[in-house]
C-alpha cells in the first residue's frame, strides 16, 4: 500500500512557500504486532506547525528537516495488530501529514465527540479548543462586565476564546482581518463589537469598541495589533499570548516606536502570561466537556474550513497566515 | 518662620536638569486647628518621582508643574494644634522637597521603626522594602535553588529583593553598573554572583553566573539589560516588573532587534508583571514586620546613601539615574 507524505524541505523564512516542503509517495511496511494501519481521514494544520518549522527558541521544539510535518490526525483503522483498535473504527493520531500511516497502537486515541462531527476532535475539542477555553479562564480570567479583545478572533483559538469570555459575563470585541469575518463575529457569533484590523480607522474603531478600556486581552497575532490594544490596557489587565501570528504573516510591520511593554506592564500593574497547554493538562478533560457542553447547547459557535484532498494541504496551512480561513483549518483527505 | 521648597519647573526630558526645577523661600502660614507644623529631618529621593514628572501614562498619575515635588519626609514636630501629635515627636509625612511644612495632621504618621534607625521608614520599611518583598514573593515567588536575577540589585529596592529570594532559598544573581556595586554585592551582601552591565563581557559573565537559566528576573531597569536576562529565561519564568529606570538614564538604548516580549514569554510560558505596591496595601503590614525581623537578625543587610543638606538634594535625586547610590538614597536636611 503506497501513501503519500510532506516533509519538511528546509526552513521557511516568512510565509511558507511551496519550496519548503518535499512530497513523496511510500510504501508503507508491514503491520507488525501492537501496530495499526491507519487512513487519514481529516488532518489538521495549525499555526503552531509554523513555529516549529523555524530554528530558535519557540514555545515547541523544532520540527526536524527532512521528516514529516507533525500534527494531529483524525484517521480510520484499515488493519490492526492491537486488540484495542478494529478495523473501521476511527482514531486520533500524531503522525502528520501523510495520507496514512503505520503506527504504535500507543500512539492512537479512540474519538469521543458524542453528538458533535468527530472532526470537532481536531478542533473545538481538541488542542486548539482547550487553549481558547484554558488561556481565557485561566490567564485572561474575565470579570462579568469586563471588556476583553480577542485577536484573530475569527481563528479556531480565538473564536473559543472570545465565546468562553462572553459566556463568562463579559464584553467581548474581536479583531479580526476583513469586513466579511467582523460581520460573522458580531452577527453569527454574537460578540458584543468586531473591528477589521486593516480598516484605515482601525484605532478609532477600537476606541469606540472599548470605550472602558481593555480588562483582559487573548492575543493571538502580536505586532501593531497588540501594540494598539496594549495601548488601551486598564489597570490590572490580564494579556494571555497564545500565539504570535503576525511573525510570519506576508507584511513586514513597521518599527513600533511603543513603550517598551515591560514600562507598560508596569504602568498599568498589568499581567501578560505567555500560554502553554501542556502546562495545564491536567485541566484539558474538564475544558472539553465545557466545551462540549456549550457547543450543545448552542452557547458555542463552532465552524471549520475544510480545504478538500490532500494535494491542499500546504495551500490550506498558508492561508492561516494571510487570512484565509474561518473557524478551524482542516484539509479533507478522505471520505 | 521660611522654609524652602523645590517645585517642578517644567517637565525633564532624559536625566533631570537643574533648569528643571525652581526654588524657592517662602514664610509658612499660622498653624491652624487640626495642623501640625513639621520641620524636614530627612525626606527621600526615589526613582519614582521621575516617572511622575513626566505627562503621559505611568503607574502614578503626573506630577503638576508649579508645585512641590511631592514625596515621603521624616520630620520633628515643632508646633502642633492636634492631640495626637507632641513638639519633638518624629513624624513621616507625604508633603515632599521642603524644608518644613504646615500640614493637616491626618497626613502624618508616628514613626515606629523599633530597634531600626528612623529613616528605615523611609527605606527598608517604608514603600521601597515593602516593593522590593512583595514583588518578589507575589509575582517572582522563587522556589529553593531557583536562579533569580535582579536588576539594579544594589539599589535600594533591589538590595531588598535580593536578599528576599536569597532568604527564600534561591541562587540569586545581582546585575550592578560598576565593579565596586558587584564587589559589594557578592562580598557585603552575600549574593551567590554579581555581574556588571557595563562589562564589554557581561553578557558571557551572565551566562556564567545562570548556567541553569533564569527562573525569576526582577526588573528595575528594563532596556538592555532586561533584554538579556529574557533571552535566558526558563520554562515558567516569572518576571517582576518594578522599575524602568533605563528609560530615563543618561545613555540612549541602541533599538532592540530582539524578539517581542510577548514572543519570548509565549515560548518560554512566562509571566510577566507590572508591580504595584498600592495594589497590596493589605500585605504592607506584614510586610514590613518580615523586613524588620531580618534586619535585626543580620539575613538583611540595609544600606542608605545620605546627602548632606536641601541643597544637594536635586544632584542625589539625579544620582539615582548616574548610578550614584547603594542602598536607599536619602538628603539629610536637618539633625
Known sequence: LNITRIMLARRPVGLPQDDDFRWETVELPPVGDGQV??????????PYMRDRMSEGPSYAPPQALGIVIAGTVLGRVRESRDSNFQP????????GWQTGAVVPAASLRHVDTGPLAPTAALGVLGSTGVTGYLAMVEVGRPKPHDTVV???AAGAVGLVAAQTARNLGARVVGIAGSDAKCTY??????????????ASDFTDQLDR?????????FDNVG??????VLDRINRGARIAVCGQISQHAPAVSPPSSHLPVPTI????????????????????????ATLARWV???QLVYTETTAEGFHETVAAFRSLFTGGNIGKQLVKVAD
Open 37 to 46: 494501519l491507519v487512513d487519514t481521514l481529516y488532518l489538521s494544520v495549525d
Open 265 to 288: 506592564l508596569l504602568n498599568h500593574g498589568a499581567t501578560m502570561q505567555g500560554f502553554m497547554v501542556m502546562n495545564y493538562a491536567s485541566q484539558a478533560a474538564a475544558a472539553r
Open 88 to 95: 473501521g473504527e476511527l482514531v486520533l493520531g500524531g503522525y
Open 223 to 228: 505586532g501593531p495589533v497588540t501594540d494598539a
Open 185 to 198: 463575529l458580531t452577527q453569527h457569533v454574537g460578540l458584543e463589537g468586531a473591528v477589521n484590523y486593516k
Open 209 to 217: 469598541a472599548c470605550a472602558q478600556g481593555v480588562d483582559v486581552y
Open 150 to 152: 480577542v485577536s484573530a
Open 296 to 298: 450543545n447547547d448552542g
